[in-house]
Nanobody, 126 residues
Framework: QVQLAESGGGLVQAGGSLRLSCAASGSIFNTYAMGWFRQAPGKGREFVGT??????????YYAGSVKGRFTISRDNAKNTVYLQMNSLKPEDTAVYYC?????????????????WGQGTQVTVSS
């Protein structure tokens, strides 16, 4: 059973930055792809980015709305994956979730992922 816990959310002004953390219950990054999603009030869960690692390659893929502003990285020693968010906009306001799933083609849909954290709120003021 994989357990995930997000942290790092908060209130930030437009143009600011936040770094979200997702702590995993064990060394899962060699087995699972990791994804970040977000959900704004009254909307469905939206894909933000996904990353999968092999012994030699790191593959990342981002939604068009965040590409160039958000970056996913990891710290193996801490079993933690990060979402660095820069140049934040009010439309980035949402609850952000990290997720883990066995790698398959795509990995952009919530149904591609098996394990989820509880979410962390990000609010961007204008």
């Amino acid at each position: 059973q994989v357990q995930l816990a997000e942290s790092g959310g908060g209130l930030v002004q437009a143009g600011g930055s936040l770094r979200l953390s997702c702590a995993a219950s064990g060394s899962i990054f060699n087995t699972y792809a990791m994804g970040w999603f977000r959900q704004a009030p009254g909307k469905g869960r939206e894909f933000v980015g996904t990353v999968r690692w092999s012994s030699t390659i790191t593959n990342t893929y981002y939604a068009g709305s965040v590409k160039g502003r958000f970056t996913i990285s990891r710290d193996n020693a801490k079993n933690t994956v990060y979402l660095q968010m820069n140049s934040l906009k009010p439309e980035d306001t949402a609850v952000y979730y990290c997720a883990a799933g066995l790698p398959t083609a795509g990995m952009t849909m919530p149904s591609d992922f098996d394990y989820w954290g509880q979410g962390t709120q990000v609010t961007v003021s204008s």
